[in-house]
């Protein structure tokens, strides 16, 4: 049973550069497209970026371009979120999910989240 563990959410201020980790103990990540996901209170779910398995392409919702960055560091089993130039609307439970396939095909297993509140 694959295990997904967030961390690195917290309180932080609109100039924080807060950095989601999620690790994956014991999996190696280049067989899988990974990505972070996130939820703001009273919406759905939504995808925040993306690294392809087939070729490493990464993607980015719109609404972060610019301000987030997605990597993985596959010694560690590890992928993380840089947060910058944070925005209230940043705001939510993020979420780590992971599949077999490629990034537009859905999560086939998902991490329980860490949240992360943007405030003044």
């Known amino acids: 049973q694959l295990q997904l563990v967030e961390f690195g959410g917290g309180l932080v201020q609109p100039v924080g550069s807060p950095r989601p980790s999620c690790a994956v103990p014991g999996l190696t990540l280049d067989y899988y497209s990974i990505g972070w996901f996130r939820q703001a209170p009273g919406k759905e779910r939504e995808g925040v970026s993306c690294?392809?398995?087939?070729?490493?392409?990464?993607l980015y919702a719109d609404s972060v371009k610019g301000r987030f960055t997605i990597s993985r560091d596959n010694a560690k089993n590890t992928v993380y979120l840089q947060m910058s130039s944070l925005k209230p609307e940043d705001t939510g439970v993020y979420y780590c999910?992971?599949?077999?396939?490629?990034?537009?095909?859905?999560?086939?297993?998902w991490g329980k989240g860490t949240l992360v509140t943007v405030s003044s």
């Open positions: 690294i392809s398995r087939r070729d490493g392409s990464i």
């Open positions: 999910g992971l599949t077999r396939l490629e990034c537009g095909d859905g999560m086939n297993f």
